[in-house]
């Protein structure tokens, strides 16, 4: 069974700072990894995906990293400012020929605060 | 354009009842997904529907009963509901294995 954890659970740093967020998974037979922020009381956002045949993927400040083997991916946040402020999720997605293919487990997050 | 939408986005009803949440994605996915987000803030897959049909059912409670009229809608029933169905529930889309879109939720206090 696929569990995913994410550390640390929480993480506060000043503005400017850039920050690393860890993401594990004991199963590395993965088919893709998402990465997601939640903001207080609302949905989920897509923020990068990262197929298992890929390393990395970047969008704007973000890039996110992956090592199927090891089981590990990280999320980096240059330059973080206080609208940064969120919770980042991570999850996975199973191999396709698993029955379960199109499920995403998820990790329970990193609540992060960037203060002015 | 709202992408995913639910309705209602919160909901507050007593132990007992039945009630219905709904789901509408305007994407033109294929597979659309019921999640639960449960006091801790963990996220859970409940039910996968592609094309309309039910490709993952999870182990809830059989008071749980997804319906989806088609592709761009995925409804879910609960009845009998009781004080530990308080939670968030999600309703996400994707095309095929995809990038998944989430709703903005919907918040349940069962009383």
């Known amino acids: 069974k696929q569990e995913v954890t994410q550390i640390p659970a929480a993480l506060s740093v000043p503005e400017g700072e850039n920050l690393v967020l860890n993401c594990s998974f004991t199963?590395?037979?993965?088919?893709?990894l998402q990465w997601f922020r939640q903001d207080p009381g609302k949905g989920l956002t897509s923020l990068l995906l990262?197929?298992?045949?890929?390393r990395e993927q970047t969008s704007g400040r973000l890039n996110a990293s992956l090592d199927k083997s090891s089981g590990r991916s990280t999320l980096y946040i240059a330059a973080s400012q206080p609208g940064d402020s969120a919770t980042y999720l991570c999850?996975?997605?199973?191999?396709?020929?698993?029955?379960?293919?199109?499920?995403?487990?998820f990790g329970e997050g990193t609540q992060l605060t960037v203060n002015p | 354009d709202t992408a995913v939408s639910q309705t209602p986005k919160y909901l507050v009803t007593q132990m007992g009842n039945d009630k219905s949440i709904k789901c509408e994605q305007n994407?033109?996915?294929?597979?659309m997904y019921w999640y639960k987000q449960d006091s801790k803030k963990f996220l859970k897959i409940m039910f996968s529907?592609?094309?309309?049909?039910?490709?993952i059912n999870e182990t809830v409670p059989n008071r749980f009963s997804p319906k989806s009229p088609d592709k761009a809608h995925l409804n879910l029933h609960i009845n009998s509901l009781e004080l530990g169905d308080s939670a968030v529930y999600f309703c996400?889309?994707?095309?095929?294995?995809?990038?998944?879109?989430f709703g903005p939720g919907t918040r349940l206090t069962v009383l």
């Open positions: 996400a889309s994707s095309q095929e294995v995809r990038k998944q879109f």
């Open positions: 199963d590395s037979a993965i088919y893709n």
């Open positions: 990262i197929q298992s045949s890929q």
């Open positions: 999850a996975v997605r199973p191999r396709l020929e698993e029955t379960s293919g199109s499920r995403l487990t």
């Open positions: 994407l033109g996915h294929d597979t």
């Open positions: 529907y592609n094309n309309k049909e039910l490709i």
